[in-house]
T-cell receptor
Framework: GENVEQHPSTLSVQEGDSAVIKCTYS??????FPWYKQELGKGPQLIID?????GEKKDQRIAVTLNKTAKHFSLHITETQPEDSAVYFC????????????FGPGTRLSVLP | DAGVIQSPRHEVTEMGQEVTLRCKPI?????LFWYRQTMMRGLELLIY????????DSGMPEDRFSAKMPNASFSTLKIQPSEPRDSAVYFC????????????FGPGTRLTVT
């Protein structure tokens, strides 16, 4: 079955710096890759996603890149702010409907003021 | 919209007791998901429904777990009998469609089985 790895497990950056989180997946059939942000005591919230037919997608300070050949995708956050501090999860879909996800273990991002 | 509503927010029960978690999805959403989150296993999909019909329950850990969706606005996840290893945060999520449609998560139910 699909296996999603995520690195690093924790990441601390200074406010204003960039943060990069990387994920790899094992199933070449996976075709949809969302990223979720989870704040303390809350449920995960979608922040950006990418389909397998796209190499890069950007939304303001957040971007995601996908390398299908290497089976890895990355989240890039620029100009980090304290409110970016949270746990970030990558995921890969394992069914044709793009709704059954395998999640990575998460990255705890701390943005230091 | 109030978002996905889950109840209770916290549940403490003794081993062997029955536990029922409840979820009200966002109105108009056709898909409903139940997830479990633990430190050891991370975020796992247990089961999901489309138009009140279970589509994939391969993530349900064992027969002690059951889920129902009697109508479009209500779902339950039941554990009977509960065990300490069931302690986790259980999330319900809903979405309006297939890939590319955001799954909206509820605030979760923190279950502690002593």
């Amino acid at each position: 079955g699909e296996n999603v790895e995520q690195h690093p497990s924790t990441l601390s950056v200074q406010e204003g710096d960039s943060a990069v989180i990387k994920c790899t997946y094992s199933d070449s059939a996976s075709n949809y890759f969302p990223w979720y942000k989870q704040e303390l005591g809350k449920g995960p919230q979608l922040i950006i996603d990418i389909r397998s037919n796209v190499g890069e997608k950007k939304d303001q300070r957040i971007a995601v890149t996908l390398n299908k050949t290497a089976k890895h995708f990355s989240l890039h956050i620029t100009e980090t702010q304290p409110e970016d501090s949270a746990v970030y999860f990558c995921a890969a879909s394992i069914d044709n409907y793009g709704q059954n996800f395998v999640f990575g273990p998460g990255t705890r991002l701390s943005v230091l003021p | 919209d109030a978002g996905v509503i889950q109840s209770p927010r916290h549940e403490v029960t003794e081993m062997g007791q029955e536990v029922t978690l409840r979820c009200k999805p966002i109105s108009g959403h056709d898909y409903l998901f139940w997830y479990r989150q633990t430190m050891m296993r991370g975020l796992e999909l247990l089961i999901y429904f489309n138009n009140n019909v279970p589509i994939d329950d391969s993530g349900m850990p064992e027969d002690r777990f059951s889920a129902k969706m009697p109508n479009a606005s209500f779902s339950t996840l039941k554990i009977q009998p509960s065990e300490p290893r069931d302690s986790a945060v259980y999330f319900c999520a809903s979405s309006a469609g297939l890939a590319g449609y955001e799954q909206y998560f509820g605030p979760g139910t923190r279950l502690t089985v002593t």
